[in-house]
């Protein structure tokens, strides 16, 4: 007989206030607050603020960085630099209405001579992990760049 697999619930909870007009702060106990405001495209006022749409598409990112950044300890991939650019794209989704209609992300990795390709296999993997990602009904589409760590020359002493 197979042993059943249990998953855990887990919550995030997190309180947004109302600080008039079209500005906000999300807080979450024991972490600094957030200020978030209507973006500017949406005749928001604060441009120097996160807007939601800005924490939709960094929740996605960073989301493949730690998930990125995760494996690779795990599977003791060396791991010299590490980036994620994200961009969300807004227009008319195919059920009519207005809203994302897909991410476009660009990592960027940078691992030991040698070990591009199981760096690259192990990008996929975090793609098929990250717990954002898998929870969006939209496209992520995902390039990936992977370079070699430049090894220092031997200077003779």
Same mark, same amino acid.
């Given at each position: 007989?197979? @042993?059943?697999? #249990?998953?855990?619930?887990?919550?995030?909870? +997190?309180?947004?206030?109302?600080? !008039?007009?079209?500005? =906000? =702060?999300?807080?979450?106990?024991?972490?600094?607050?957030?200020?978030? &405001? =209507?973006?500017?495209? %949406?005749?928001?006022?604060?441009?120097?603020?996160?807007?939601?749409?800005?924490? %939709?598409?960094?929740? /996605?990112?960073?989301?493949?960085?730690?998930?990125? &950044?995760?494996?690779?300890?795990?599977?003791?991939?060396?791991?010299?630099?590490?980036?994620?650019? &994200?961009?969300?794209? *807004?227009?008319?989704?195919?059920?009519?209405?207005?809203?994302?209609?897909?991410?476009?992300?660009? *990592?960027?990795?940078?691992?030991?001579?040698?070990?591009? !390709? &199981?760096?690259?296999?192990? *990008?996929?993997?975090?793609?098929?992990?990250?717990? +954002?990602?898998?929870?969006?009904?939209?496209?992520?589409? =995902?390039?990936?760049?992977? #370079?070699?760590? @430049?090894?220092?020359? /031997?200077?003779?002493?």
């Amino acid at each position: 007989m197979a @042993a059943r697999v #249990r998953y855990r619930e887990f919550r995030f909870p +997190v309180r947004v206030d109302w600080e !008039g007009g079209r500005r =906000t =702060t999300a807080r979450v106990e024991g972490k600094q607050p957030v200020r978030i &405001a =209507t973006p500017p495209e %949406f005749r928001g006022t604060d441009p120097e603020l996160w807007s939601p749409e800005d924490a %939709f598409v960094a929740a /996605a990112a960073s989301c493949l960085a730690v998930t990125i &950044a995760a494996l690779a300890q795990q599977d003791q991939l060396p791991v010299g630099a590490l980036s994620v650019e &994200a961009d969300g794209v *807004v227009g008319h989704r195919p059920d009519g209405r207005f809203g994302f209609v897909r991410i476009e992300q660009s *990592v960027e990795l940078e691992t030991d001579p040698g070990l591009e !390709g &199981a760096a690259r296999e192990l *990008v996929a993997r975090a793609q098929d992990d990250c717990l +954002v990602t898998i929870s969006l009904d939209l496209p992520v589409h =995902t390039n990936v760049r992977v #370079r070699s760590a @430049a090894v220092a020359a /031997a200077v003779p002493s």
